[in-house]
């Protein structure tokens, strides 16, 4: 899609399972990929990781599949 530069975080950053896997696949797609071990529910943490980056868009990938129809959700879910 056009993305160069990648700042990808999970809590243990490079050590993460599959994330040599995925930094070659996306480095054979064109993009310059760096990891970060961060909790991103740690705000404190995730303001000092974001700092000095440059950003132009952030995408939070990570949850549990809970999945529903909209009309169908509750407060819990």
Do not use: K, N, W, Y
Not at 5 to 16: C, I, M, N, T
Not at 27 to 35: H, P
């Amino acid at each position: 899609h056009g993305v160069r530069d990648l700042l990808l975080v999970s809590r243990r950053g490079e050590q993460a399972p599959g994330a040599a896997q995925l930094r070659a696949e996306l480095a054979a797609l064109g993009a310059q990929v760096a990891f970060a071990a961060c909790d991103v529910a740690d705000r404190e943490a995730v303001a000092a990781l974001v700092a000095d980056e440059p950003f132009t868009a952030v995408v939070h990938l990570a949850g549990v599949l809970d999945d529903g129809v909209i009309e169908s959700l509750t407060p819990q879910r």
